[in-house]
């Protein structure tokens, strides 16, 4: 069965901190990765994504990079800011499994809880 | 404004009662989904349509009952057969099962 993990799973820095939260998955033959952020209580908002072809997406302070043969994601947080305390979300989504029993293809990890204090 | 909507913010539900979580998107997105978080877990797939009239179960189905009749509706109902239905719920929904998934603010459900 396919898992994604991140780590850490909290993690508390200084404003003006640079960042990076790890992803990892067990199966490499991925389609896309996406990272989310989620805000108590909230739902989540897509920040990134990157299709299984691409190395990294940049938005603003955020940089994402993708090494699919090793099954790693990271998500570079530059010049952090309180604003940025949030969960972050990894997930992955395979290019099989729709209609198959006991395949999921979109596959989210556990998140990590970012803390970033003024 | 496009958006995904669910409704209500909070849910109440007494024992062995049915309640039925609303979940609307005006974006024109074929798929949509049904997703479960609880504490200290990630999400987890109930139910997902990849177009009108047609849903497919997810990891966790069991005790949750979905239609589609409409394309920007998919409405979820929690029914008495969930015996854990304590949790929040999200609802979302993407142009089609590769792309995107758009979420809504959830429902947070709390059994009684």
């Known amino acids: 069965k396919q898992e994604v993990t991140q780590i850490p799973a909290a993690l508390s820095v200084p404003e003006g901190e640079n960042l990076v939260l790890n992803c990892s998955f067990t199966?490499?033959?991925?389609?896309?990765l996406q990272w989310f952020r989620q805000d108590p209580g909230k739902g989540l908002t897509s920040l990134l994504l990157?299709?299984?072809?691409?190395r990294e997406q940049t938005s603003g302070r955020l940089n994402a990079s993708l090494d699919k043969s090793s099954g790693r994601s990271t998500l570079y947080i530059a010049a952090s800011q309180p604003g940025d305390s949030a969960t972050y979300l990894c997930?992955?989504?395979?290019?099989?499994?729709?209609?198959?029993?006991?395949?999921?293809?979109?596959?989210f990890g556990k998140g990590t809880r970012l803390s970033v204090i003024a | 404004d496009g958006g995904i909507t669910q409704s209500p913010k909070y849910l109440f539900r007494k024992e062995g009662q049915n309640v039925t979580l609303s979940c609307e998107q005006n974006l024109n997105h074929d798929a949509m989904y049904w997703y479960r978080q609880d504490p200290g877990q990630g999400l987890r797939l109930i139910y997902y349509?990849?177009?009108?009239?047609?849903?497919q179960k997810g990891d966790i189905a069991e005790g949750y009952s979905v239609s589609r009749e409409k394309k920007e509706s998919f409405p979820l109902t929690v029914t008495s057969a969930q015996k854990n239905p304590t949790a929040f719920y999200l609802c979302?929904?993407?142009?089609?099962?590769?792309?995107?998934?758009?979420f809504g603010p959830g429902t947070r459900l709390l059994v009684l």
């Open positions: 349509s990849q177009i009108v009239n047609d849903f």
């Open positions: 979302a929904s993407s142009t089609n099962t590769w792309e995107t998934q758009y």
């Open positions: 199966d490499s033959a991925i389609y896309n």
């Open positions: 990157i299709q299984s072809s691409q």
């Open positions: 997930a992955v989504t395979y290019p099989y499994g729709w209609g198959n029993s006991g395949n999921t293809p979109l596959v």
